[in-house]
């Protein structure tokens, strides 16, 4: 008896669905008018297929994240005598549109195109987002995020859970590297005019720093997204690096002053920035071969600096460098 009684149920409410649509009274048009271009979220009711009202065709909460775009209003005399402004709006594309009540809609911002966006880069200086490129409205950083790492070489590498409120806390498990450590968060902390780096301790931290073995890897300085190295062996070869560099190169830095340099460019590496090829910016390697992203390749510096160090060896921040910091934080990198 069972599945027949369920049967007929669906034939009978089947029935009573299609006498309610055929029921749906139509709204009078009063006037329609053009209205200024303005863009639009839908966040709930439904867009109708004409300003009758008589079919709906689309529920506005399956296009949240739509942005829709309304050129003309109809005012409306519904059935049940009131009178109401109906927008007519369109997505994108095309693909979703009809009309929809003015009160159901929240205006929207819009990004500008990536095409202005590469057009306003590319007439700023290169790798370095000056005061023109921070000033954006926060809707360009989420609509174009792929844009802004590919041109500044920078990139999400840090775990949400590394910066909370903007802020790291540092534990350094060999106290021997405990001074460069706190120079090296000491130089971005007045860069930024924030405490981005704070100590922790080994009961509480969100970024670990230890030594490590670069030798068969060459490097003196590592971040593999979780935490940061420092080469040991040549950590304590105290001939290194001056000893083997040339004499007139060594004599203008010194070798605590170097491993400040180090953890300082990882510590960059933490916020967001991979390497340039400036010679005078914390963030330099010789070549882009090592970098994740990369807006053009580079085997030789881009332009050297004016002492001949690089940056890490003068453990200096530059402006570059700080402002690939402060875009990384507005792109919520740390
Ligand atoms: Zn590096």
Redesign the pocket.
């Known amino acids: 008896m069972l599945p027949a009684a369920l049967f007929s149920f669906a034939i009978i409410n089947h029935h009573i669905n299609s006498t309610a649509a055929a029921k749906v009274a139509s709204a009078k048009v009063l006037k329609v008018n053009s209205t200024a271009k303005a863009t639009y979220h839908a966040s709930k009711g439904y867009i109708y297929k004409n300003a009758t009202l008589t079919k709906k065709i689309h529920n506005a909460k399956n296009y949240r994240q739509t942005i829709f775009y309304a050129s003309k209003q109809a005012t409306v005399k519904k059935s049940n005598g009131k009178t109401a402004v109906y927008y007519y709006i369109t997505d994108k594309k095309n693909a979703v549109r009809g009309y929809i009540w003015r009160g159901n809609l929240v205006k929207a911002e819009v990004p500008m195109s990536q095409k202005s966006l590469v057009k306003l880069i590319n007439r700023s200086p290169d790798m370095n987002p000056v005061e023109s490129i921070q000033s954006l409205k926060p809707i360009n950083y989420e609509a174009h995020e792929a844009a802004f790492d590919l041109a500044y070489n920078v990139f999400h590498f840090s775990p949400t859970s590394m910066f909370k409120n903007n802020q790291a806390t540092v534990y350094t498990v060999d106290p021997e590297l405990s001074q460069h450590v706190q120079n090296a968060m000491t130089k971005w902390n007045e860069a930024l005019g924030e405490t981005v780096f704070k100590l922790g301790s080994k009961n509480n931290y969100t970024l670990r720093i230890s030594f490590g073995n670069g030798a068969k890897e060459n490097w003196d300085?590592l971040?593999d997204g979780k935490q940061i190295y420092v080469d040991k062996s040549h950590y304590n070869d105290a001939k290194y690096p001056l000893g083997y560099i040339r004499p007139q190169l060594a004599a203008k830095f010194t070798t605590s002053q170097y491993w400040d340099g180090v953890i300082a460019?990882?510590l960059?590496?933490t916020l967001g920035l991979?390497?340039t090829g400036y010679q005078a910016d914390l963030?330099y390697?010789s070549s882009s071969s090592?970098n994740m992203i990369a807006k053009y390749k580079w085997a030789k510096p881009v332009e050297k600096s004016s002492t001949g160090l690089d940056g890490t060896e003068m453990a200096a921040i530059s402006d570059r460098d700080l402002n690939r910091a402060k875009l990384t934080k507005i792109l919520g990198y740390w």
């Open positions: 300085g971040y460019h990882e960059g590496h991979d390497h963030m390697a090592g």
